[in-house]
């Protein structure tokens, strides 16, 4: 598509690329504590990736709005607090509107503070680009981190209750498999994944 | 008792990196050599003490005194990133061997998750300040041990024929898995 060199393109690369090219945590290895920890089911993981796309669309937009006068020794301290603040913001509205999904989430929701994701974005991104494109950054990664927690929630949601959104999807003749719901099978489903992604994109170098 | 409970509890039956995955980023990044593996493990089981007892008092008498509890996250936050930079400064002045040692690791320890995690479980489960400080030492030990393990096969590992997809990140994940699998063993040391 190099014709397209409009800023239009620009943008919806921006998008795109945490979609797949960039998609987190099994691309870029980060937040990964979130992805083991809250994917036991299909709800849980949805309910963390949506609350990290809102910490990073407002981390992503206000790191990028305040990036001209932020001096470069204490950037990392002033983004940390930036987020914390976001986060607490996100932390109130669960418990206030969600509860019982502010209470599976736990303590893995004020960690979103410390998900190198949201970091990781500012100083790669945010920091260098307007806000716009900062936007687009956020929402791409956020989704892509959304479908990644998704996914891991489905596939263990599958194999260790026999349901998907807690309806059965498999029949009373199939045996649970427990492990999947322990963090052994956090680990290993994880892993597997990791493994997929490496050899889907490794046959696709080869094709072209 | 009490005490002996919480820290046997915190190094290997609820283990922070096998059961709670915090920590997974320098348990994947560092141990790829046992020497810094060791060296990781020991800062961050340093850090962890220091920042139970400096976090327990700041929530008790500062934040739950003047009613603003909500502030936790910001507030933790802020002092584990002052008590690594002292930390930091302190060990340069006095034993540049071991600030050689520890390199990169030390500024390193502010993002791990496991460290803001053990400030909001210590907060969540209601500590005194010798439990708390306790249970900060106890979950240092325990994360030293998982990396220094998991350095110990990923050296063996150098020589074993593993399909090119899994190499890397990916199989060191599935050998956690199993790990995790192992560490539910001790479950059984301490019941409810």
């Known amino acids: 598509m190099a014709e397209n060199n409009g800023n239009t393109y620009s943008l919806w690369h921006e998008f795109k690329k945490g979609l797949w090219q960039d998609i987190p945590p099994f691309r870029l290895v980060l937040g990964t504590c979130p992805t083991l920890a809250v994917t036991n089911s299909v709800k849980n993981g949805i309910a963390m990736g949506l609350a990290t796309l809102f910490v990073l669309l407002g981390s992503n937009i206000i790191i990028s709005a305040v990036r001209k006068y932020v001096a470069p020794q204490v950037r990392i301290a002033a983004y940390v607090v930036i987020i914390a603040l976001l986060v607490t913001v996100a932390d109130m509205f669960l418990a206030a509107k969600f509860p019982p999904i502010s209470k599976a989430l736990g303590p893995y929701v004020p960690l979103i503070v410390v998900n190198c994701i949201i970091l990781g974005r500012a100083e790669a991104f945010a920091q260098k680009n307007p806000i716009i494109p900062s936007i687009m950054d956020a929402l791409g990664i956020g989704l892509g981190f959304t479908m990644s927690l998704a996914t891991m929630g489905s596939i263990r949601e599958l194999l260790g209750f026999g349901s998907i959104l807690q309806f059965k999807v498999l029949g009373s003749w199939f045996e649970p498999w427990i492990v999947m719901i322990l963090p052994a099978g956090a680990f290993l489903v994880f892993g597997s994944l990791i493994a997929l992604v490496n050899y889907i994109s490794s046959r696709k170098a080869e094709g072209a | ?192």
């Open chain 2, 1 to 192: 008792m009490k005490l002996i409970m919480i820290f046997i509890s915190a190094s290997l039956i609820n283990n922070f990196v096998l059961t709670y995955f915090l920590g997974i980023c320098p348990f994947v990044g560092v141990s790829n050599k046992t020497e810094n593996a060791l060296n990781m493990g020991l800062a961050t089981t340093f850090v962890m003490t220091l920042t139970a007892a400096a976090t327990w008092p700041i929530y008790t008498y500062i934040l739950v005194k003047f009613n603003v509890p909500f502030l936790e996250y910001v507030a933790f936050i802020i002092a584990i990133a002052a008590l690594v930079q002292l930390v930091e400064m302190y060990i340069r002045k006095s034993s540049p061997a071991l600030y050689r040692a520890l390199g990169i690791y030390l500024p390193l320890i502010t993002t791990n998750c496991a460290v803001l995690g053990l400030a909001l479980f210590m907060v969540l489960r209601d500590y005194n300040y010798i439990e708390s400080i306790i249970f900060g030492f106890a979950t240092g030990v325990g994360f030293t041990l998982a990396i220094l393990m998991m350095s110990g096969i990923r050296e063996e590992l150098e020589f074993a024929d593993i399909p090119k997809p899994f190499q890397g990140i990916s199989i060191t994940l599935i050998i956690a898995s199993m790990m995790a699998l192992a560490f539910m063993g001790f479950a059984g040391l301490i019941r409810g």
